[in-house]
């Protein structure tokens, strides 16, 4: 029995013939399907697979001609979004997986669980609450390509971190002179380098000049530092014998050493193709008048908006879609302001990363935050022009920058920034006025007023 099952369905809003929800899984689909007037639901299995699917969704095209179908689905991206996205007459609304795992956990207390309720579940919610679920419009091609690449670009960048880290662990095994010589492990020269001479000893029995031509090969053009390396070779001590921990690190350093070689490359790839996707969009001369953003900044901006901006209102919508409006609960006398939990990371990173962008026409040294800067604390080696490392943290935006950016951050956040207080995360007033947040943010306030919702 579902929630709703004796009561009086729903009107033919938006003149749905039906509505579906299905609930996806890695060998087979569950789905259950109500028609618009009837209180009557059908279920039924589908193979996850593009031919059973097509061959499900062409029955139901030949059975509602000419009509549109709601379906629900606890997916916004995966492989059944993608096979259900191609048909014009399904308008698909995602739902949230913990909204049905909390219905579910209310509506049945003994934690019972299997995927035709689970179906009918999100039935009710696409029946009865459809008012909290947002229909999933699709981008343009141009914009959508965007968003995949920038995050693939993070992905292999994360990638790349973490193979570094795990070579500079085995370096500090065997061979921890390497990482005084070649502190930039993500470097080619260090890559070239470590698979030339992997030990410290084979290192030793090279000649001077040998070295010293090798450097100069990979465009290391300090004498100075050259020179100091050259003659701490002699004088270095071997960190270990040990046949087991040499050889076994070794093998690993040659394998990592390969795959940042082959991430670098296809790194490099995917910042071209990310270029070329950038210039041909068409909100590109819109976001590149924004402070701060540049050829880094730029395409991410672009993913992050996207060209149906008139999905957001006001500028607390898009502060609470993208994650950097932070969450407040109020209860009686107590009041807790915590950070922004279930929202897209890589969005909410690059609004973070954003405000720690200087512009390139903004006076003065570059932003801080406190008495550093955020790019002095972050000491993980780099990988390309972007930043390698995870996200900047939430108190950037509450940092001292330009008053530029400054005022394009309170724009985003409705008139205020949020602040790390007591380990919590609290709106506070920007400091702008109503006047003020309605005056130009920069030269470009022409362009910006074409933004629905920021202005």
């Not at 260090?190 to 030339?196: I, S, T, V």
């Not at 008053?403 to 709106?427: F, W």
Request: overall charge positive; proline content about 7%; aromatic content about 6%.
């Amino acid at each position: 029995m579902t929630l709703h099952e004796n009561g009086v369905p729903p009107e033919a809003e938006e003149d749905f013939a039906a509505w579906v929800a299905i609930d996806w899984a890695d060998k087979k689909q569950v789905w259950a399907l109500q028609e618009t007037g009837s209180s009557r639901r059908q279920q039924g299995e589908i193979e996850a697979s593009p031919e059973a699917v097509d061959a499900w969704v062409s029955e139901l095209l030949l059975r509602f001609p000419g009509r549109r179908i709601a379906v629900a689905l606890e997916q916004k991206r995966g492989a059944l979004l993608c096979l259900l996205s191609k048909y014009a007459a399904l308008v698909l609304y995602p739902v949230h997986p913990a909204t049905v795992s909390r219905m579910r956990a209310a509506l049945y207390p003994s934690n019972s669980k299997d995927d035709p309720k689970d179906a009918d579940l999100q039935l009710d919610i696409l029946l009865y609450h459809r008012k909290h679920l947002r229909r999933l419009d699709t981008d343009t091609v141009g914009t959508r390509k965007l968003q995949i690449l920038v995050e693939d670009r993070r992905q292999l960048v994360d990638q790349a971190t973490a193979y570094s880290n795990q070579l500079r662990a085995k370096l500090k095994q065997y061979y921890p002179q390497a990482l005084r010589w070649l502190p930039d492990l993500h470097a080619v020269v260090a890559g070239e380098f470590l698979k030339r001479w992997p030990t410290l000893p084979l290192l030793q029995k090279a000649r001077r000049e040998t070295i010293e031509k090798f450097f100069h090969r990979h465009n290391c053009r300090s004498e100075e530092l050259i020179q100091k390396r050259l003659d701490e070779v002699p004088q270095a001590v071997v960190a270990t014998t040990d046949a087991a921990i040499v050889d076994s690190s070794v093998t690993m350093v040659l394998a990592l050493v390969e795959l940042m070689a082959v991430l670098r490359t296809h790194i490099a790839a995917l910042d071209r193709e990310i270029a070329a996707t950038a210039a041909a969009h068409p909100v590109l001369p819109i976001v590149a008048s924004l402070p701060g953003a540049g050829p880094v900044m730029m395409p991410r901006l672009i993913a992050a908006l996207g060209t149906q901006r008139q999905r957001f209102a006001c500028a607390s919508e898009l502060s609470s879609a993208t994650g950097i409006a932070p969450v407040k609960h109020a209860s009686g006398q107590s009041e807790w302001t915590h950070f922004r939990w279930a929202c897209p990371k890589f969005q909410r990173q690059s609004f973070h990363e954003w405000p720690d962008t200087p512009s390139p026409n903004a006076p003065g040294p570059r932003p801080t935050i406190g008495s550093k800067s955020a790019r002095a604390k972050d000491t993980t080696p780099r990988c390309g022009p972007w930043p390698s490392s995870g996200s900047v943290s939430c108190s950037a935006a509450g940092g001292t920058v330009n008053p530029t950016t400054n005022r394009s951050i309170s724009r985003l956040y409705g008139g205020g920034v949020p602040v790390r207080t007591g380990g919590r995360m609290k709106l506070q007033p920007g400091g702008i006025s109503q006047q003020a947040r309605r005056e130009p943010v920069s030269r470009s306030n022409g362009q910006l007023a074409q933004l629905p919702g920021v202005a």
